[in-house]
């Protein structure tokens, strides 16, 4: 009788840390998910004051550059495209595309000397420069939480706990290629050539 009261104890006892493990796993699992969505709303924050700048960007640059129309509709187009993205890689791919067409804006407002000596537009490159690498910095924070979330859920034995609680994996915010990876950079100081004509 004493040993079966034993074994009872012993079963009881086994399940009580089992079910403490299972809380305690649940609890890390619970906590990396809302990591990762504060990650995200991190990375949309930085976005939207993006996607604030470049109409303002524009509207200061058009006078200028008459003959760009083109590429003014295209950055304008690629901005609300990334507007209107929904979840990560949506998201990731518009915003690659919107990166790209402002390094082609950028790269032909080189050749406007007038905008380079134009402090609004000066002030509104810097924001957006300053914009873009806080963006970077946000998307490396949601892509290190993203990844140990996801790595949680397929390591044994946690990831029994993610299966039975069906939690999911999250996409990563990524960069699509080479050329798409560089941050959009523009020299807007006057050069000594151009203030001697």
């Known amino acids: 009788m004493a040993a079966v009261g034993g074994c009872l104890t012993l079963i009881v006892v086994l399940a009580v840390i089992g079910a403490i493990w299972a809380i305690w796993r649940y609890n890390n699992l619970i906590s990396l998910r809302n990591q990762v969505s504060n990650g995200w709303k991190q990375i949309d924050v930085q976005l939207k004051r993006r996607h604030d700048l470049i109409p303002n960007l524009v509207a200061a640059v058009k006078g200028e550059m008459q003959f760009e129309q083109d590429t003014l509709e295209k950055v304008i187009a690629a901005r609300n495209s990334a507007v209107a993205a929904r979840g990560v890689a949506e998201a990731a791919d518009k915003e690659n595309a919107l990166t790209q067409t402002l390094s082609r804006l950028f790269a032909l407002a080189e050749n406007y000397p007038t905008l380079k ?7 509104l490159m810097e924001e957006l420069s300053s914009t873009e690498n806080r963006i970077g910095f946000a998307r490396q924070f949601y892509n290190d ?20 609680f069906k939690f999911q994996p999250v996409e990563l915010f990524e960069l699509k ?11 807007l100081n006057i050069r000594s050539d151009q203030t001697k004509s």
Do not use: G, H, M
Not at 148 to 163: G, H, K, M, V, W
Not at 177 to 187: I, K, L, Q, Y
């Open 177 to 187: 290629d080479e050329a798409e990876r560089a941050v959009p950079r523009v020299d």
């Open 117 to 123: 000596s134009n402090e609004q537009v000066k002030a």
């Open 145 to 164: 939480i993203a990844t140990r979330y996801n790595t949680s859920q397929q390591i044994f034995p946690d990831n029994l706990i993610a299966q039975s």
